[in-house]
């Protein structure tokens, strides 16, 4: 299996652009994850997903994040618009069960907003 | 806040000395995972206890969830330069994980 696939792997923005991250999770897992980490406040949950139903958002941080999980194998995270405080590392992590105990994590989207 | 202390931040040892790194909370968890994480990769877990006083051992990791669910300690023995990285410990409930800040453990040759 090729594990949680997110892309880009980089983003450079500037202040005001939209920015859109997107996430595969591993095929058969129905639990989906997205955090940010920073030096500042580490690995922070943000948003997860059951069977594509999204479950618990109060880490989001403001009205400018939104998430989608339109299929099983596919995931969004949308910046709009960005701001330089939103530059961070974000991972997508996906689990098999409900529990989300056991979450495989992708490689990350690093973001730096100018 | 960080739900999950650990501490130390950051420790940087000889290649062949031990470490401990430590986890804790005011909370009761179902259980607690231990994970580690390389510069530019995402964290990969290492281990998962769940029931209080467990001791699991991998390879020269061994790891430890307190009786009260409520702390752990991951000690590792002559440690290596492939030691290196980010240890983070979360703790599972409520369908999701919370995860401490995290011990940056560098071991030199």
């Known amino acids: 299996d090729a594990g949680v696939i997110q892309s880009p792997r980089h983003e450079v923005t500037e202040m005001g652009q939209e920015v859109t991250l997107r996430c595969k999770p591993i095929s058969g897992h129905n639990s989906l994850f997205w955090y940010r980490q920073t030096m500042m406040r580490g690995l922070e949950l943000l948003i997860y997903?059951?069977?594509?139903?999204?479950?618990?958002d109060s880490g989001m941080p403001e009205d400018r994040f939104s998430a989608k999980m339109p299929n099983a194998s596919f995931s969004t995270l949308k910046i709009q618009p960005s701001e330089p405080r939103d530059s961070a590392v974000y991972f997508c992590?996906?689990?098999?069960?409900?529990?989300?105990?056991?979450?495989?994590f992708g490689a990350g989207t690093r973001l730096s907003v100018l | 806040t960080q739900l999950l202390e650990q501490s130390p931040q950051f420790l940087s040892i000889q290649e062949g000395e031990n470490l401990t790194v430590y986890c804790n909370s005011s909370s009761v968890f179902s259980s607690l995972q231990w994970y580690r994480q390389e510069p530019g990769e995402g964290p990969v877990l290492l281990v998962t206890?769940?029931?209080?006083?467990e001791v699991k051992k991998l390879k020269r990791l061994t790891f430890q969830f307190g009786d009260a669910r409520k702390d752990s300690s991951l000690h590792i023995t002559a440690a290596q330069p492939g030691d290196t990285g980010l240890y983070l410990c979360?703790?599972?409930?409520?369908?999701?994980?919370?995860f401490g800040a995290g011990t940056q453990v560098v071991v030199t040759p």
């Open positions: 997903f059951n069977n594509n139903v999204p479950i618990d």
């Open positions: 979360a703790g599972a409930g409520w369908g999701k994980l919370q």
């Open positions: 206890v769940v029931t209080g006083g």
């Open positions: 992590a996906s689990s098999l069960d409900r529990s989300g105990n056991i979450q495989y």
